[in-house]
């Protein structure tokens, strides 16, 4: 893995929590996306080379909107930016991690990714990105 690329946060009501992390970071979001598939909307902010993703659910059952159910609002994932996805898939099943999927799909900020299972990652949810080509 080359370096944590951004933080993922739930929250509940994306507007409010962008007027919030604004005053927080001292900076705007630089853009909002809406994921349809995954049913999520995200907004990004940048500081000090890396991002904080926000997410919204935009459906009673997207992943968020059970997350959220389950665990409430706060810190969702860690996501790290690697060069060939497909291939840091092979090497971390080798060694042992389970991920949630065999392929990596579109997510958010034109990026390819994966999430590991929480279950080998000390109860983290943790993703891999990649920039799309
Ligand atoms: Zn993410």
């Known amino acids: 893995m080359e370096r944590l690329e951004h933080i993922g946060i739930a929250v509940k009501n ?29 907004s990004f902010f940048e500081i000090g080379g890396v991002k904080i993703e926000l997410l919204e659910a935009t459906k009673a059952d997207s992943p968020i909107a059970k997350f959220i159910e389950k665990k409430g609002e706060g810190l969702h994932h860690l996501a790290f930016a690697v060069t060939d996805i497909k ?4 090497e971390k099943t080798a060694q042992d991690f389970s991920l949630l999927a065999t392929e990596p799909k579109d997510g958010a900020d034109n990026k390819q990714i994966v999430f590991f299972h929480p279950k080998t990652t000390n109860a983290v949810l943790v993703e891999l990105c990649q920039d799309k080509k």
């Open 87 to 90: 291939e840091s898939m092979k």
């Open 14 to 42: 994306l507007d409010e929590s962008n007027k919030l992390f604004a005053k927080l970071l001292g900076r705007s979001h630089y853009k909002i996306e809406e994921v349809e598939s995954e049913g999520v909307r995200t």
